[in-house]
């Protein structure tokens, strides 16, 4: 079966510095990979998916994310923080159509 | 475009209470998901539906809790007699196609039960 880790539980940054997010899988065959955000008391939304391609995925709010198979990492990058990203986000791999999500991180902006 | 709409926002109640969530998913999208997502997890699937049949409840806890999607529009998630351990954020998601990975996601409702 297939597994997602997010190594960090929170990461704190002040803003307007660079952000990298953490996510490893477990996976046989090259798989679609997604980054979600959860901002305080609203749904998920997908930030960035990849699917086959170019390893580096442009998405929404400034974020991007590369996929490195040797690795096997998908991790989240962002330039330059703005206090409005502090969220938690969620790292999650397709398996038969259903996703399996990782733990997720905290992102916490330092003024 | 009108998102995934699900009410109450927050519930509290005592243990073996029953409660009930409601979910409006997007217009047209055949496919409707619940999630349960317990504080410092991601979300586990509970149940999906396409349009009013079931397609997966495999991790439904089916001695307490229970969905239905009568119209194959609205649907509503219940738990009866609730425990502790099922205080969680209950997302709904909604989806045109049979893959959660083009899902939109509601709000949430957040149980807490005491």
């Known amino acids: 079966a297939q597994s997602v880790t997010q190594p960090d539980i929170h990461i704190t940054v002040s803003e307007g510095a660079s952000l990298e997010l953490r996510c490893n899988y477990s996976y046989g065959a090259t798989p679609y990979l997604f980054w979600y955000v959860q901002s305080p008391g609203q749904g998920l939304q997908l930030l960035l998916k990849?699917?086959?391609?170019d390893t580096l995925v442009q998405g929404i709010k400034g974020f991007e994310a590369e996929f490195k198979r040797s690795q096997s990492s998908f991790n989240l990058r962002k330039p330059s923080v703005h206090w409005s990203d502090a969220a938690e986000y969620f790292c999650?791999?397709?398996?038969?159509?259903?996703?399996?999500w990782g733990a997720g991180t905290k992102l916490i902006i330092k003024p | 475009e009108a998102g995934v709409a699900q009410s109450p926002r927050y519930k509290i109640i005592e243990k073996r209470q029953s409660v009930a969530f409601w979910c409006n998913p997007i217009s047209g999208h055949a496919t409707l998901y619940w999630y349960q997502q317990i504080l410092g997890q991601g979300p586990k699937l509970l149940i999906q539906f396409q349009n009013n049949g079931v397609v997966d409840d495999s991790q439904l806890p089916k001695d307490r809790f229970s969905a239905e999607r009568l119209k194959g529009v609205d649907s509503t998630l219940k738990i009866q007699p609730a425990k502790l351990e099922d205080s969680a954020v209950y997302l709904c998601?909604?989806?045109?196609?049979?893959?959660?990975?083009?899902?939109?996601f509601g709000q949430g409702t957040r149980l807490t039960v005491v």
């Open positions: 998601a909604s989806s045109f196609g049979p893959s959660n990975t083009e899902a939109f």
């Open positions: 990849y699917f086959s391609g």
């Open positions: 999650a791999v397709e398996q038969g159509y259903q996703l399996i």
